[in-house]
């Protein structure tokens, strides 16, 4: 399925396009100039989506957005809200990148975000009650970007991602899909919660993350901060 952003570059294409066929006319551009661009845009379009898996889409959509600094912060924002939530359930943490060109640079596709490991995944003969657990504390990390912008804006731009995460998590393992939003909104709970225990370990992370502190330095404020990773066993 191709990504929003790409859907979006498609979008505003088009729109240039045909805008070109409707205004060429009033300003004497040659009929050959709208026909050059779409052949031009749909080659590149190809090109990025089977050589690249659309990294480039990313990389403009993300150098436009970046623009904007209420932008940048909510994505630093959302980001840390992972990595917290993360810590706390004692998932190793191996990276993280605030932007399209930081993941670009570090040879990682996509947006960039906050690199976790879901550890103990359990197996088909695992417990329900250990199946159960594990999905909880997946489902709470996913959401916990979502559950830090909404403290720190009082509403949501991003994860997207993050919810078709939850949802393929749930659906893998049987669950119905009635029941993805109401998990959504159980895991986003919890993670906010646990933000809110530990706002000053959070602001830590952020200042940590906007100065792009390596990963060892950021888990080491946390811990001066007094967060300690006690993996939490969910109900």
């Known amino acids: 399925m ?84 993360a810590y706390a359930y004692g998932l190793p943490i191996t990276g993280y990148a605030l932007s399209a060109w930081e993941a670009w640079r570090q040879g990682k596709p996509g947006f960039g975000g906050v690199e976790w490991t879901p550890t103990d995944v359990p197996t088909p003969s695992s417990s329900p009650l250990v199946q159960k657990q594990w999905l909880d504390r ?27 995460q939850v949802r393929q998590a749930l659906t893998e393992r049987g669950q119905p899909l009635q029941q993805v939003a109401a998990k959504q909104q159980w895991a986003e709970l919890q993670a906010k919660t646990l933000i809110q225990n530990h706002s000053a370990a959070y602001e830590a992370l952020v200042a940590g ?27």
Request: proline share 4%.
């Open 138 to 164: 997946f489902c709470i990390v996913a959401m916990a970007g979502i559950a830090a912008e909404r403290l720190q804006y009082g509403s949501v731009e991003g994860g997207n991602d993050d919810r078709q």
């Open 2 to 85: 191709l990504q929003q952003t790409t859907l979006n570059l498609i979008a505003i294409g088009v729109f240039l396009m045909v805008l070109s066929v409707l205004l060429g006319p009033l300003i004497q551009l040659p009929a050959a100039v709208p026909a050059g661009a779409t052949l031009s845009f749909m080659v590149l379009f190809a090109a990025d989506t089977l050589a690249w898996q659309g990294r480039g889409g990313n990389l403009l959509v993300d150098v436009v957005a970046r623009l904007s600094p209420q932008h940048r912060d909510r994505v630093l924002h959302h980001e840390a809200g992972h990595f917290l939530v």
């Open 209 to 235: 993350m906007r100065s792009r502190s390596s990963v060892t330095d950021c888990l080491q404020l946390l811990k001066v901060a007094g967060l300690t990773p006690r993996p939490e066993k969910t109900s």
